[in-house]
């Protein structure tokens, strides 16, 4: 179990700016099956801190049932498990994230920072900026630019 609290997936607070923001997720498919998504990550994170399960589906305000599906389809589509579980006894059961588990949340979390980098870079939408820059095209034939143009820096 670590001691740290691990990456926090939790989705970034709704903006109080007005107009169009880009925004984005990631998951991951193995097969056409979800593999590993932001709440999926946040469960593998929560057991690795917590050390049990149970206790990280009620932190997430999820059924015990519900987050042992999610724990048995990640393990199934991974080459090896990602949470080996230990039965109870006098003091209950045991979850432990397994070296392939801490991987699979480092390399989702540097995802998850590379696309938060590239949103950044993106910038949101506010008027004032000059319209037409060759990164503004594809929005434009998309319909999201009329009246209002983009402010973005890239670098």
């Given amino acids: 179990m670590g001691k740290n609290r691990g990456?926090?997936?939790?989705?970034?607070?709704?903006?109080?700016?007005?107009?169009?923001?880009?925004?984005g997720t990631?998951?991951?498919?193995?097969d056409g099956r979800l593999y590993l998504d932001i709440k999926r990550a946040t469960l593998l994170g929560l057991i690795d801190r917590l050390g049990s399960l149970a206790a990280a589906a009620r932190s997430m305000g999820l059924s015990y049932n519900t987050a042992w599906l999610w724990v048995m389809a990640m393990n199934r589509l991974s080459p090896r498990p990602l949470v080996k579980k230990g039965s109870g006894g006098?003091?209950?059961?045991?979850?432990?994230?397994?070296?392939?588990?801490?991987?699979?949340?480092?390399?989702?979390?540097?995802?998850?920072s590379s696309l938060e980098e590239t949103i950044d870079r993106l910038g949101g939408f506010?008027?004032?900026?000059?319209?037409?820059?060759?990164?503004?095209?594809?929005?434009?034939?998309?319909?999201?630019?009329?009246?209002?143009?983009?402010?973005?820096?890239?670098?």
Avoid: C
Wanted: charged content about 30%; glycine content about 10%.
């Fill in 7 to 23: 990456p926090d997936f939790r989705r970034k607070q709704p903006s109080s700016r007005k107009g169009i923001e880009v925004r």
């Fill in 26 to 30: 990631i998951w991951l498919e193995k």
């Fill in 90 to 112: 006098s003091s209950g059961g045991y979850s432990v994230l397994t070296a392939q588990g801490s991987r699979v949340i480092a390399e989702y979390s540097r995802l998850n």
């Fill in 126 to 155: 506010k008027q004032g900026r000059k319209r037409g820059a060759p990164r503004n095209a594809v929005l434009d034939k998309l319909g999201v630019i009329d009246d209002m143009e983009i402010a973005a820096d890239f670098g």
